[in-house]
């Protein structure tokens, strides 16, 4: 099979499996949830995370037998050839708080390279959907355009991290970025947030301390629809060059001057890692 024909099989089974799972979440989020702690107040884990997850997994493993899942709450599980990224909800603070900000995110890569992603957000219905042959929202061909600089910009990012992670560089840049940029917002589901720069509604994003699951879906549709995005290799093993499993990212619309913006701050001293 080639990679187009793989990546439309690929996606239909990511676009099942993240819709379900979305339309699962809805219920108990308009009735109120009980959240537990995992790293500590700042990270937070519902029922409805670790099912959503055995039913993105189900799918997957009964669809596609020849694959390795990567998921947020169980870990690595097959040994299959095609690699899924699988956040079953992305933002889950938000989703736990009962702030309408939060999606199902699923990709699919081989070969080392990325093939098929599918963002769901089962509030709004929409579907932000990668493959091979591009980038679209509810089926129609989207395409990263924006602001060229700063003092238009919108940003969007989960930085500072919460729960005193941050370091006082971080609080520096952000107070650097609000003073500087038309808008900056801390929207809490990364995901969602790279799919708003995919789709044009805003023009920059960048994380730290992210994992493969939140960025992988995400990132390839950036990609595939025209714009910008850097993974920061800083510790990540040597060779590892997949964009999605570096730590720390920038994304950025096509149109954005990444080398004269505050946010190129955030490379640091890490390597660029790009598609």
Known sequence: MNDADLSRQLLDIAVRAATEAGDYILEPFHHGVTAEEKAGNYDLVTEYDRNSERMIAARIFRSFP???????????????????????????????DGLP????????????????????????????????????????????HGHATDAKAVVVTGCPSSGGR???????????????????????????????????????????RTNPWDVA?????????????LGIRTTEPP??????HCRTFIGACADFALDESLVWQVRGRGEVVSW
């Not at 879906?217 to 995005?229: E, K």
């Open 166 to 208: 941050a370091i006082p560089a971080e609080y520096d840049l952000f107070r650097r970025l609000v003073d500087t940029c038309h808008s900056v917002r801390r929207l809490g589901c990364t995901a969602l947030e790279l799919a708003y720069v995919a789709c044009g509604r805003a023009d920059v994003s960048f994380g730290l």
């Open 101 to 144: 900000f939060f999606c199902v995110s699923i990709a699919a890569a081989a070969h080392g390279q990325m093939l098929a992603g599918a963002i769901f957000d089962p509030l709004r219905r929409e579907l932000f959907t990668a493959a091979v042959d591009g980038a679209f929202l509810n089926g129609k061909p989207i395409h990263s």
């Open 217 to 229: 879906a995400a990132s390839f549709l950036l990609r595939q629809a025209g714009g910008q995005y």
């Open 66 to 96: 020849d694959s390795t899942l990567v998921g947020e709450e169980g870990g690595n599980q097959g040994d299959g050839g095609v690699h899924w990224y699988v956040d079953p909800i992305d933002g889950t603070n938000n989703f736990a």
């Open 239 to 244: 060779g590892d060059l997949r964009p999605w």
